[in-house]
């Protein structure tokens, strides 16, 4: 561990009191300290946007919570550089360590004593007609096809690698990976998914038939998603962060995406634990 970036979002408390604390401790042992470019104006430091810190930093340290995690994921994902995630404040799932457990993690990191999980990614490519030019994103959690509060319900085709699956309506579609398979999929009746497993997950928003029901499939298929209706306030919406309006002769296909996220694990709690812990999964009896 030679240079890490650091990543706060800087509306959370505690958040500048923190960073300061991580970057003494790292400089102290003589690692080079880089900011993002917020957190660094209220360290009073020189910052980078997140697109631009050093390329020869090793660790991203992201403090906040989730969507922190999430909007550092997307850029440190095409450098392949690894991700440990901070929460403070709020449930924050993926971002599982709390401030007490930040120094303790990153001394474990300087002796090499902490793993490093590597997380599927999706690939939504929006294609439209002959002679357009395709749109592609990538993200850590899921891909959302919506609509406006005022839009109505949406007709949905799907396929998969070529195959028909069938025609359904609902007020929105949900294609997530497993790292995202307990965030909003699981809120619309999604599975739970063990992290590391290798597929896809679609679940439909509020369907209007009891028998279209969440739809697991294999990494190695591609998912292909139009909406048939009329296009009106349709959106694309990625992480919950970033997105596009569908136009009426554009189509979705999400598959695996070449790229992965690093995201560092303290080893000390499994999936499992956390399952238990913080979404209170079979919470009646303790053991």
């Known amino acids: 561990m030679k240079h890490v970036g650091i990543v706060a979002n800087v509306r959370k408390e505690n958040s500048g009191r923190v960073a300061s604390e991580i970057a003494a401790w790292l400089?102290?042992?003589?690692?080079?300290?880089?900011?993002?470019?917020?957190?660094?104006?209220?360290?009073?430091?020189?910052?980078?946007?997140?697109?631009?810190?050093?390329?020869?930093?090793?660790?991203?340290?992201?403090?906040?919570?989730?969507?922190?995690?999430?909007?550092?994921?997307?850029?440190?994902?095409?450098?392949?550089?690894?991700?440990?995630?901070?929460?403070?404040?709020?449930?924050?799932?993926?971002?599982?360590l709390t401030v007490a457990d930040v120094i303790p993690t990153l001394e474990r990191i300087r002796k090499g004593d902490c793993s490093v999980e590597e997380r599927m990614m999706i690939e939504a490519v929006v294609e439209g007609s002959s002679g357009s030019t395709n749109s592609r994103y990538v993200c850590l959690n899921d891909a959302v096809i919506n609509k406006s509060a005022f839009s109505r319900a949406m007709q949905f085709s799907m396929s998969i690698s070529g195959q028909y699956v069938g025609t359904f309506l609902a007020d929105g579609l949900i294609v997530s990976t497993p790292t995202g398979s307990t965030a909003y999929s699981l809120s619309a009746g999604g599975p739970i998914v063990k992290p590391t497993i290798q597929a896809l997950i679609a679940t439909p928003i509020c369907p209007h038939t009891l028998a279209v029901r969440p739809l697991i499939f294999s990494r190695d298929e591609e998912l292909t998603v139009e909406v048939i209706s009329e296009k009106t306030?349709?959106?694309?919406?990625?992480?919950?962060?970033?997105?596009?309006?569908?136009?009426?002769?554009?189509?979705?296909?999400?598959?695996?995406?070449?790229?992965?996220?690093?995201?560092?694990?303290?080893?000390?709690?499994?999936?499992?634990?956390?399952l238990r812990t913080k979404l209170g999964w079979g919470g009646l009896a303790k053991r």
């Open 27 to 96: 400089e102290e042992r003589g690692v080079a300290v880089s900011f993002e470019k917020e957190i660094a104006a209220v360290e009073g430091r020189t910052g980078f946007g997140l697109a631009e810190l050093p390329a020869d930093c090793d660790l991203l340290v992201a403090l906040g919570g989730d969507g922190t995690l999430l909007s550092v994921a997307r850029h440190a994902c095409r450098r392949r550089i690894p991700v440990l995630g901070v929460n403070l404040g709020g449930l924050g799932f993926l971002t599982e």
């Open 233 to 274: 306030d349709v959106a694309l919406t990625l992480d919950g962060q970033e997105g596009r309006e569908l136009g009426s002769d554009e189509r979705i296909v999400f598959k695996r995406a070449a790229e992965t996220t690093l995201l560092v694990c303290s080893g000390e709690k499994s999936f499992y634990e956390v």
